[in-house]
Every structure is written in structure tokens, then in C-alpha cells.
């Protein structure tokens, strides 16, 4: 957290206020006390007429009708779907954009912010207009987990299990439709559409899912473990699983300190393991480890909407500290 003290206060914007995500943004930018004058929130058209809970607080929301909209605010966290993040990265119109909408992810040119992920001095060389980008929150979770054990494994086996919240508000929205139509023996699914409801099939766009995040993972720990990979869609509301196998390793027996020092990790090791409901709210990677002769089997658990705004609002705290006279 940053002192408010250290750093003049900056007009902030967060776009996609009301959706799952961008609510995340706004409650962290409260919580953690960012130094901000003003913390605007913007929406779609029909979002905007909505207003979003900020502690006991309802804060309304604006209409966002194109990127000049942001031309006088110092930080915009883009948490909007991402033609809409598209079209105001486009049009660059003045604040520093912070991307949560995966519409720059995986482009060379721009910086990708994380705790225990960026240097001091590449968040000090950002610029009014720049644009960087947060990793993919199993992406994140992943290489916080292997950054903990220590030297990279040579293999890694994942299976990631996406609950309709990484989609978006309207994912959710759909689960729910599906799964009260499925217990009211009212659904119809087209023959070309997926069940959603009570159903675990592989993601419709897990090639690319899987691309992006080996490709974020190596950016992040600088080497590229041999990853193999599946992406699931799971039939829960919110939160991420991930379920990590490792062969084993003659640093092994380090591996359950590493994982209870980590930053950002927490290791559950005398409890049953965690569900995803436990991962409700939590900014940590959840964790519990098995261990035998072989490898390692880590249980992974994330809020992914809390952990993206956590990213995202670290990155902007960093930012209004190394680099201040540039905002």
C-alpha cells in the first residue's frame, strides 16, 4: 500500500465498472487508500444506469461514449470487454492505460505488471499514454507457484478448470439461466451450443488460452518450462482451479518451506484442501501440496476476478511512486 502522502493525487477512471472484474478494481482502489482525487466510473450504455457498492457506499456510474471521454485522467483501468479496451488503446487519449481485457496481451511492446513480476525501472520508464498490460490471473498464479519452488521444472503437467466468471458478467448470467432451466426441466440447447449447466467439457478457445499463458509464464520467469496443458470449463460461478503435477526434483524437500515463505502464495497444510469457495476474496494463490517418490501434485485455488484487480491496482500504486512526474 502507498502512502497518499508520497505522491500528488491522480484522476483515475475504471472502465467496465460493473462488471465482475472492474467492480474488483474499484473496491481495491478504496481499500488500499489510492491517492486518487477522483475515481470515475464508466460503463456501457445500458451499465451506466447502474451504480456499483463501494464499502457502504453506492457510487453512480457514466455512460462511456468513446476514448476522448478519459483524455483528463492520469490512470484508466481498461476492465471492459476487449474490442471495447480495443478501440480506447486505439485511440491513446492521454492516461496511462492499465489492460485488464486481454486486448493487448501477448503483444512484445507492452509491459506486462505483476507482484514480484516487474522492476522498478520499467514501471519508472512508463509515460502519460503508455499502455501495460496484467497477465492472466492462472497465468499469474502458475508462475508464482514455480517461482516458489525454485529452480524451473523441466516438465509441468496442468489441467485449469475456468469458472464462468472468467468470462464476464454475461457468463455468469448464462450459467444461472441454464442451470434453473436444467432443474426446471425447461432447457434447450442448439445443436451447436454447448450445455453450460452441470457439464465439464474442454474451452472452445483453449488453444489460444493455453498459448497465452505459456507464453506469459515464460515472460514472467524469463525460462519456459515444458508445459502440457488442458482448459476446462467447470459449471461454477466464480473462482479458478488448478490442478499442478511435478516430477520430482533433488531440490524437492525444499518445497513446502518455499511454498510457506512465498509472497503472494499461501500454502493450506493441516486442513482439508481449499475448494474454490475458499479462494472468495482472498488476493493469495491457494495451495495444498501432495508429495511421493514420484513428484508433487499442487491444488491450486484463485479468485481470478480479485486477483486481475489486485494486479492491475499494485501496478497503478507502483506506478504513481516510480514514476509520479510522468502521470
Known amino acids: 500500500m502507498i502512502d497518499a502522502a508520497s505522491s500528488r493525487d491522480l484522476r483515475v477512471a475504471v472502465i467496465g465498472a460493473t462488471g465482475v472484474a472492474g467492480g474488483q478494481v474499484a473496491e481495491l482502489l478504496t481499500e488500499r487508500n489510492f491517492p486518487a482525487s477522483e475515481i470515475m466510473l464508466f460503463a456501457s450504455e445500458h451499465g451506466a444506469a447502474e451504480t456499483v457498492a463501494i464499502g457502504e457506499e453506492d457510487r453512480p456510474v457514466t455512460e462511456l461514449k468513446g476514448a476522448s471521454d478519459l483524455a483528463g485522467f492520469d ?12 478501440d480506447i488503446v486505439r485511440g491513446r487519449p492521454g492516461p496511462v492505460l492499465i489492460d485488464m481485457s486481454a486486448a ?3 503483444a512484445s511492446s507492452v509491459p506486462m505488471a505483476a507482484p514480484g513480476f516487474a522492476s522498478n525501472e520499467r514501471l519508472s520508464a512508463i509515460r502519460r499514454g ?7 490471473p492462472s497465468a499469474y498464479a502458475l508462475a508464482a507457484i514455480l517461482k516458489a519452488l525454485g529452480a524451473t ?8 478448470m475456468l469458472g464462468a466468471s472468467t468470462g464476464g458478467k454475461d457468463e455468469i448470467d448464462k450459467l444461472m439461466e441454464e442451470s434453473a432451466d436444467l432443474l426446471n426441466a425447461r432447457l434447450e440447447i442448439a445443436d451447436d451450443e454447448q450445455q453450460r449447466a452441470f457439464n465439464i467439457y474442454p474451452a472452445d478457445d483453449e488453444t489460444e ?3 497465452m499463458l505459456t507464453s506469459q509464464v515464460h515472460a514472467m520467469l524469463g525460462v519456459a518450462p515444458h508445459l502440457v496443458m488442458r482448459a476446462l470449463r467447470v459449471p461454477i460461478f466464480y473462482g ?6 511435478i516430477p520430482a526434483a533433488p531440490e ?8 510457506r515463505e512465498a509472497p503472494g502464495v499461501m500454502l493450506i497444510e493441516e486442513e482439508m484442501p481449499p475448494s474454490v469457495i475458499d479462494s472468495a476474496g482472498q488476493e493469495a494463490v491457494v495451495v495444498s ?4 517418490p514420484h513428484g508433487a501434485a499442487l491444488w491450486c485455488v484463485i479468485d481470478n476476478a480479485r486477483l486481475a484487480a489486485l494486479c492491475a491496482v499494485w501496478a497503478a500504486e507502483n506506478l504513481s511512486l516510480e514514476a509520479p512526474n510522468h502521470l
Open 75 to 86: 490512470i484508466a483501468f481498461l476492465a471492459a470487454p476487449p474490442s471495447v479496451a480495443a
Open 104 to 106: 493487448v496481451r501477448g
Open 130 to 136: 503508455d499502455v501495460i498490460t496484467v497477465p492472466h
Open 153 to 160: 521444472p523441466s516438465f509441468v503437467a496442468a489441467t485449469l
Open 209 to 211: 488460452i493455453i498459448d
Open 240 to 245: 479458478t482451479a488448478l490442478s499442478i503435477a
Open 252 to 259: 524437492s524437500d525444499a518445497w513446502v518451506g518455499r511454498l
Open 289 to 292: 501440496l501432495y508429495r511421493n
